[in-house]
């Protein structure tokens, strides 16, 4: 597992508050009720800042951030290198 993906799973484990509960990359979030759809926009900004891809949000679907490995797989499906400043 990548670091990033390490970083996503802490980063869900803060958001989710849930003491005990154990996530990995596999683990449904969406489907299981764990994230909702608000959370899905805080998810999808670290997904982007983790892999330094713009993710148009038009472009994503519930099912595609259902677990950190489609997450990761949608960023590469569908991200685009951001533009160094």
Excluded: C, H, W
């Amino acid at each position: 597992m990548t670091t990033e993906k390490q970083q996503m799973i802490g980063y869900i484990a803060q958001l989710l508050r849930k003491p005990g509960l154990e996530i990995d990359e596999n683990t449904p979030l969406v489907s299981s009720g764990l994230i909702d759809s608000m959370a899905l926009v805080d998810l999808l900004l670290k997904l982007e800042e983790l892999t330094r891809k713009r993710i148009p949000a038009a472009k994503v679907q519930p099912k595609d951030m259902d677990t950190v490995a489609k997450m990761f797989a949608t960023a590469d499906r569908i991200g685009k290198p951001r533009k160094q400043l």
